[in-house]
Structure formats: structure tokens, C-alpha cells
């Protein structure tokens, strides 16, 4: 069953522009790691602060591995000390609860 994760990440103005330097730098190693289906940044339509990751993962065990890559540890590395507020994920199976 497909993961769906969404991560919301509030940034210092000031550090937008190396926060998206550093998605662009490594968006397709993510793409490309094992069990990552789909991938996407998205920017607050109303604060330019606010960007928010969506991505598709096979499973649970995979999103977690990824979670312990080095490619997330150097990603994270990065990106944390960019924040003016602490992250806030979301994780969700996907299934349709009505039909």
C-alpha cells in the first residue's frame, strides 16, 4: 500500500533561495531512491515562507530508509538550520475511504 507523505517546512526569508538551490540540487536522487514513486515541492499560495514536500513512497519501511540514507543526512543537514519553525509531517496510506 502506497505512503503518501507530506512535509511542511516554514523558512526565513532570507534563506528561501538556498533551500530551493538544495531541493533542485538533490530532487532526482530522491526521485531515484529505492521505493520513492513520486515527488513534489510546493510553495503556500499566500506565504512565500512556507513550502511543503509530497511524495509517494512504497511503504512505510521504505520512506524509513530513506529516512537513515545519507542522501537524506546530507538533504536535512542543509535544510534544517534554514527553518523559522520546526517541520510538521503528515503520513497517510493511500486508500479511498468512500467511493
Not at 526569508?13 to 510546493?42: A, M, P
Request: with cysteine.
Amino acid at each position: 500500500m502506497n505512503l503518501l507523505r507530506v512535509v511542511r517546512m516554514t523558512f526565513e526569508e532570507k534563506h528561501i533561495q538556498d533551500f530551493i538551490n538544495n531541493f533542485e540540487e538533490n530532487k532526482q536522487k530522491i526521485r531515484h531512491f529505492e521505493g520513492c514513486k513520486h515527488l513534489e515541492l510546493w510553495q503556500d499560495a499566500h506565504n512565500p515562507c512556507i513550502f511543503l514536500t509530497y511524495s509517494h513512497w512504497e511503504s512505510e519501511e521504505k520512506l524509513n530508509e530513506y529516512r537513515k540514507s545519507e542522501l537524506f543526512g546530507k538533504v536535512w543537514k542543509k535544510t534544517k538550520p534554514l527553518f523559522s519553525e520546526k517541520a510538521v509531517a503528515f503520513s497517510s496510506f493511500q486508500k479511498t475511504l468512500v467511493e
